[in-house]
């Protein structure tokens, strides 16, 4: 469900981004009425495809909250950063592009950010399946707040990616853990990974490497058929951490001219690409020839 938000997001920078120019002396009102009314009628089909999709075989019940921090990991918080921080980002880019002041339209975007992923909650709350998560909320404003980081430190130093492949364990749960591709990419957390990239250069004082150039820390989970570890065990699977580490690029930092490329650039840099990698599952340090 998260990432179904962001790809309707995207699309809207896709739109807008080739009327972008950062640099303006007054606010684009008709630019900035066109974003606002491209993004809630793509939000409101995105929320409304996500009820479809997530909820449509669940029960109701009256609202009610649910403590599901020791569920699957910690990887669905993971999920909640990752979303509200490329929410965040997009409106940011779409809000300079109108002539806002960098330091509101980040303070806008992450206000909005958090508003857009708090249906997620009302809907949990109101799903016999699940229930409001104050740590899916918590979640959810971190990732929003985020890019903050960029007036600390002049850039985005730490900046979340998702990858993700198959796993063999949505065939054991198909309803929860999705029956085809797309379900699994959203709902199967043992094919996901979600990755914090940085620049290498965080650690040269004097810019050596190329700015293009990334490590990123990576974290994922395995055997993770039920929430709860207790019931994995009940049911005979070892859920266990993986901790990864790999290569990156950010794509944004690549000078292009042309204009098309620099937009799918961008689009892509939001998914860790494929490297070589090293994990630690807790007992063994296993090496991967190309990590997805």
């Known amino acids: 469900m998260r990432i179904l ?23 684009d009102k008709k630019q900035l009425r066109n974003i606002i009314l491209a993004e809630s009628v793509l939000y409101t089909g995105g929320m409304t495809g996500l009820g479809l999709l997530w909820y449509k075989d669940g029960e109701s019940q009256p ?4 403590n599901d921090n020791k569920q699957w990991l910690q990887m669905d918080k993971l999920g909640h950063v990752y ?35 708090l249906p997620i909650e009302i809907f ?43 796993s063999p364990y949505a065939n054991l749960r198909p309803n929860t853990l999705g029956n085809n591709y797309i379900e699994q990419l959203i709902k199967d ?30 974290y994922s989970g395995n055997q993770m058929v039920y ?11 070892t859920t266990n951490r993986q901790w990864l580490m790999s290569m990156d690029l950010n794509l944004s930092k690549i000078e292009i001219e042309r204009k098309w490329i620099k937009i799918m650039f961008n689009l892509i840099n939001k998914v860790k690409i494929p490297f070589p990698a090293i994990e630690w599952n807790g007992k063994d340090v296993v090496l991967h020839p190309l990590y997805f």
């Open 124 to 166: 949990d709350g109101f799903s016999k399946s699940y229930g409001a998560s104050w740590g899916d909320a918590l979640a959810n404003t971190i990732g929003a707040f985020l890019p903050y980081q960029q007036f600390l430190f002049d850039q985005n130093y730490i900046y979340p990616k998702f990858s993700f492949s198959p």
């Open 83 to 117: 979303t509200a921080y490329h929410l965040t980002d997009i409106n940011y880019q779409l809000l300079r592009s109108t002539g806002i002041d960098p330091q509101k339209a980040m303070l806008y975007s992450s206000i909005s950010s958090t508003a857009m992923m």
């Open 5 to 27: 938000l962001l790809a309707f997001s995207v699309i809207v920078l896709f739109q807008n981004s080739v009327h972008a120019q950062i640099q303006k002396d007054s606010i």
């Open 227 to 237: 929430g709860s570890p207790q019931d994995n065990m009940e049911n005979g699977y």
């Open 189 to 218: 957390y043992n094919g996901q990974t979600y990755w914090l990239s940085t620049d290498f250069n965080i650690f040269s004082k004097n810019n050596r490497f190329p700015n293009w150039m990334q490590f990123s820390i990576g």
């Open 63 to 66: 609202f009610q909250f649910f």
